[in-house]
């Protein structure tokens, strides 16, 4: 099993900034993806950025690339989500989530991104962006 607990978030006002943690704890792994995942009140829960463990590779979902940055720090097993000019149709609840093994990609499909491909999740964090 697998444990992840999300920190950071809250109120923030719109253009400013917030960092997210998630630290993992539980099973003994390296090969594994890590993502964060926010849904909106009345939306579906989708994609914001992750993390492959053992390459560093990331992605993001285009709505956040450029003011959102993932990293981790390995001997922590803690990822971070750093999100900056924050706007209001951001507020949500995000998600930070786990999945073992990495789940890979095939072409230009990054299976990472696939929130059907984790199978841990965290309870979440509200973060909510003022206008």
């Known amino acids: 099993q697998v444990q992840l607990v999300e920190s950071g978030g809250g109120l923030v006002q719109a253009g400013g900034s917030l960092r997210l943690s998630c630290a993992a704890s539980?099973?003994?792994?390296?090969?594994?993806?890590m993502g964060w995942f926010r849904q909106a009140p009345g939306k579906e829960r989708e994609f914001v950025a992750a993390?492959?463990?053992?390459?560093?590779?990331?992605d993001y979902a285009e709505s956040v690339k450029g003011r959102f940055s993932i990293s981790r720090d390995n001997a922590k097993n803690t990822v971070y989500l750093q999100m900056n000019s924050l706007k209001p149709e951001e507020t949500a609840i995000y998600y930070c989530?786990?999945?073992?093994?990495?789940?890979?990609?095939?072409?230009?499909?990054?299976?990472?991104?696939?929130?059907?491909?984790?199978?841990?999740w965290g309870q979440g964090t509200q973060v909510t962006v003022s206008s």
């Open positions: 993390v492959r463990w053992s390459t560093g590779n990331t």
């Open positions: 539980g099973r003994t792994f390296s090969n594994y993806a």
């Open positions: 989530a786990a999945a073992l093994p990495d789940p890979g990609y095939s072409g230009s499909y990054h299976y990472w991104t696939w929130e059907t491909s984790y199978d841990y």
